[in-house]
């Protein structure tokens, strides 16, 4: 086959490769990216699409103008020892500006998440609102043929295909039956979205990561960027005192002047880097696409890049249900919604609650492997009675009016008349359990959790129900039928990586970059260490890193 040569070649196509892409094709590059898969935008079109960024000038523009120190300083007090100044003031640096690039100068335009909080909002410098932005909702029909190339939002986080942002627009879905402002809007999405699967095949009305990824792929294409599909990269070339190329699977080598940029999504499903990696790795779950398997790590390390394994936890955890379908198979479904409203609580074998539901994620499966005995499996039930079930709905059981007992007969739901039978059903402690659901109730209905203190922080209370008083993250588990659903460890991405600097230039194991390689996203070490200090943490760093590796590959210089 006859080599070809770019300026520069990307891996991967999600947040980092096409921000990457778009910020070198901006800058004069000729770009092509290599994607593995027969589709585009990676984990970032499964997911909520929310973007860390502090100090932007649309947070300035709202009035929202905090002390510019603060961002560090919140994420001093959260990293502790494993804070690292150049990567995170790298990122402090480059998020605003990459805001800035992206709104005014392509396709991605974004909203102000305002209201958003940071998840420790009572540390020092913590944000209250500002720190996030999200891409604006995208009619996926500008992307006119190219749309067939972008890959579908998860099923299991989609009304039968449709995406739901949070925010207003996910709480016109949850309060439909009580509010005829939400029940128009809904009902006004809900036909949209049917026109366009049977006009399209799929939705068109494009919220969260798909949303991302979609303005993220017209901004590539406007500005010459090339593309190619179904593609896998068996190494990298080095000449020159560098990296300057990639060989393809199929033998053909494709030459880059200006260097290679890796963002192939991190190892969620490398078996060997995770049996390294991962705490109780055969009971983890990952969210992340199929085709997340380690590549970039793989090929940098090749060629002498650093594996960094220093961080506090290797990936980005989050609380996973397995869902059943009628083929057989089986789905993850991420708990980000429900934990947090009021009337529902976590408990382990034993039926006793083992950390604040309503914190991060993160910090959920945090508190379940450490509160699990080594030879006891991860994981823990979400226990809730029917009102909690009919007005939130509980992993993949949707509210009202969507009808629930189909997951009953799966077995994805557990039910049961009364809490000893409950517990029977899942395998727990019945007496502990109804110890605990009474000293839940005995403080919850005055609106207290003296155990763990939920709804004690503006972070808690967003993921609440602010209908409901006097704490909207807390209610009693009283009226039966009592439902649970098994929850177990999982996560979104990976925060081990490739150790990088400032400038997402790889580094080898004495420190120095490589020259002509670059790293963004998934396959780099999170910046933050392996903690979640807020939303958006995943995209933030890899919207940033992704942009200034973009920058310096084209012009040899950081933005």
């Known amino acids: 086959m006859t080599p070809q040569t770019y300026d520069i070649v990307i891996l991967g196509s999600g947040a980092a490769g096409l921000g990457a892409a778009v910020t070198a094709a901006a800058h004069g590059a000729q770009v092509l990216v290599l994607e593995k ?25 709202a009035g929202i103008d905090t002390a510019p120190d603060a961002p560090r300083q919140y994420l001093q007090h959260v990293l502790g020892n494993h804070f690292t100044p150049e ?36 540390l020092p410098g913590a944000g209250l609102g500002g720190r996030s932005v999200i891409a604006r909702p995208y009619d996926a029909r500008a992307l006119k043929g190219d749309i067939t190339a972008l890959r579908l939002p998860l099923a299991q986080t989609t009304f039968h295909g449709m995406t739901i942002q949070a925010g207003p627009d996910l709480r016109s879905f949850m309060t439909m039956t009580r509010n005829a402002r939400s029940f128009a809007h809904v009902t006004g999405r809900v036909l949209r979205h049917a026109r366009d699967l049977a006009v399209h095949g799929r939705g068109m009305d494009l919220r969260n990561g798909a949303a991302l990824a979609g303005r993220l792929m017209q901004s590539a294409r406007e500005l010459g960027v ?39 999504g991190g190892y969620g499903h490398d078996a060997t880097l995770r049996a390294a990696t991962f705490p109780r790795n055969d009971s983890h779950c990952s969210l992340s696409v199929p085709t997340a398997t380690g590549d970039g790590v793989a090929l940098a390390t090749a060629v002498g890049a650093q594996f960094d394994t220093r961080a506090a936890a290797p990936a980005a955890y989050c609380p996973v249900s397995t869902v059943p379908c009628p083929d057989g198979t089986y789905h993850v479904f991420p708990h980000i919604i429900d934990r947090g409203k009021p009337g529902v609580i976590g408990v382990l074998a034993n039926g006793a609650r083992f950390c604040n539901e309503g914190l991060g994620y993160h910090d959920y499966v945090t508190a379940l492997l450490g509160a699990t005995p080594p030879d006891h499996p991860p994981q823990s039930w979400l226990v809730c009675d029917h009102r909690f079930l009919r007005r939130y709905g509980l992993g993949i059981v949707r509210p009202a009016p969507v009808p629930w007992r189909q997951w009953r007969r799966r077995g994805y739901l557990k039910t049961a008349n009364t809490l000893a039978d409950l517990a029977h059903a899942c395998g727990m402690d019945a007496a502990g359990l109804a110890r605990t659901v009474a000293d839940w109730n005995t403080h919850a209905s005055a609106g207290h959790d003296p155990a763990f203190g939920r709804g004690t922080t ?26 649970a659903v098994r929850v177990t ?5 990976t925060f081990a990586g490739l150790a990088c600097d400032g400038a997402a230039r790889v580094l080898d194991h004495a420190g120095a970059p490589i020259s002509g390689l670059y790293c963004a996203g998934a396959d780099a070490a999170s910046p933050f260490g392996g903690f979640y200090p807020a939303g958006g943490i995943n995209l933030g760093p890899a919207l940033t890193f992704g942009f200034i590796a973009g920058h310096h590959a084209a012009t040899g210089n950081r933005p």
């Not at 898969?37 to 947070?59: C, D, E, Q, R, Y």
């Not at 808690?460 to 009693?476: E, F, I, K, T, Y």
């Open 226 to 264: 090339a593309w190619r599909m179904n593609t896998r990269v068996a190494a990298l070339l080095q000449g020159g005192g560098g990296v300057n190329g990639v060989q393809l699977a199929c033998g053909q080598i494709i030459h880059a002047r200006r260097g290679v940029i890796l963002a192939t």
């Open 87 to 122: 990567r995170v003031d790298a990122f402090l640096d480059g998020a605003p500006k990459m805001v800035e690039f992206f709104h005014s100068r392509t396709a991605l335009q974004f909203d102000l998440g305002a209201g958003i909080p940071d998840t420790y909002s009572h």
């Open 458 to 483: 503006p972070y808690m209370r967003l993921q609440g129900d602010p209908d409901h008083g006097p704490n909207p993250c807390v209610a009693p588990v009283v009226k039966p039928p009592f439902h």
């Open 37 to 61: 898969a027969g589709v585009l935008g990676g984990t970032t079109a499964w997911s909520g699409g929310w973007i860390w960024a502090p100090n932007t000038s649309l947070a300035r523009s």
């Open 489 to 493: 460890p999982g996560s979104f991405g």
